[in-house]
């Protein structure tokens, strides 16, 4: 057991501080003259949690003085309308970022429709362009949740320079750019997935911890090293309707120097990343 006492990280705070340092930031550029940075979400279908988060998203556009535009389309939208759609945004002045919430329905071709969004407008980086430049570091604007991840950690007084990083989860969305900015940032990386051998053993090794496989409790005391620095990407809902993340908390926490929670850790910053990629797709000052 580790004598440290641990700090949570509390990502509810720190996208509410940044919130506020965006806000003043759009409220700034428009007074000098500047154009209202604008954001499109598209959603197709009725899916309840995609419903949720665009509700949520356009909440924060207004809150800092983002336009918002959010287009509803019936799950019945063909492949060819949805892409209309998105030509249509991308020839438009007033946009300056696009989204296509996921999941789609079943016939339409995911890779299609975000290979469609123009590179300069995607402020969820997931186009083939913008993943090559998080690649070679030249990037404009990342994925919103890793980019959310190493705010996090930087607001919080974390250096990741010269630690191992062990990140847990290899999809396109968090674990693959998580690892590249993580590498970016002078972090040694492990990326671990389901057939890594002695996945605990790997997981002791990491000075920071990221675990971002979908699974509730996934993460146990016996995967981490004392004074190791957990970050909780996983959002599980449980039989009972509540929200867990990958980590184990309660017996995890004691053992960490520092911790994200779940609510309230990571997930705050996914949308507060989103805003600031919006705003550096409008070429407007990003706050610290």
Known sequence: ????VTKIINGKEISATLRAKIAQKVAAHIDNGGQRPGLAVILVGEDP???VYVRNKHKACEEVGVYSEVIKLPESTTQNELLAVIDSLNNNSDIHGILVQLPL?????KQTVINAISADKD???????NIGKVMTGDYKFAPCTPAGVMYLLKASGVSTEGKHCVVIGRSDIVGKPMAMLMLHSGATITV????TRDLAGVCRDADILVSAVGKAGFVTADMVKDGAVVVD???NRLPDGKLAGDVAYDEVAPKASYITPVPGGVGPMTIAMLL???????????PD
């Open 1 to 4: 057991m580790s004598d440290n």
């Open 49 to 51: 949690a995609s419903a």
């Open 105 to 109: 329905p079943k016939h339409i071709d």
């Open 123 to 129: 402020v969820d980086a997931f186009h083939p362009v």
């Open 192 to 195: 671990c997935h389901s057939r």
């Open 233 to 235: 990407v996983g959002i």
């Open 276 to 286: 600031m990629n919006t705003l550096a797709a409008a070429d407007i000052e990003l």
